[in-house]
Nanobody, 124 residues
Framework: QVPLVESGGGLVQAGGSLRLSCASS????????MGWFRQAPGKEREFVAS????????DYADSVKGRFAISRDNVKNMVYLQMNSLKPEDTAMYYC?????????????????WGPGTQVTVSA
């Protein structure tokens, strides 16, 4: 059993939109900083977006600023990544991650819990 489960990935044309969701039956998201990362074949896992558990402050990679939006629903225990104006270079496996140490980090190594990922493919 994995602590986090992502959903919402798929195949979309460039310029389209997808909304990724992250859920957990084990981790109370209200106590965790939550992040989204992605990894394309042959590349390192990279930071996409994060949202703090304290006040909902969010942070984004420069490559997705203005196109992606992270949000959380602590009542439903869900985290979302709304992705608009998708580009072929956004194609990757997308991972949800959680951390309760308060670091609000952009580094994958600082996140303690991960999901198995959901594939996003953007065609030109």
């Amino acid at each position: 059993q994995v602590p986090l489960v992502e959903s919402g990935g798929g195949l979309v044309q460039a310029g389209g939109s997808l909304r990724l969701s992250c859920a957990s039956s084990e981790i109370p998201f209200r106590n965790f900083d939550m992040g989204w990362f992605r990894q394309a074949p042959g590349k390192e896992r990279e930071f996409v977006a994060s949202i703090s558990q304290s006040d909902g402050t969010d942070d984004y990679a420069d490559s997705v600023k203005g196109r992606f939006a992270i949000s959380r629903d602590n009542v439903k225990n869900m985290v979302y990544l709304q992705m608009n104006s998708l580009k072929p270079e956004d194609t990757a496996m997308y991972y949800c991650a959680a951390d309760n140490t308060g670091r609000f980090s952009t580094r994958a190594g600082d996140y303690l819990s991960w999901g198995p990922g959901t594939q996003v493919t953007v065609s030109a």
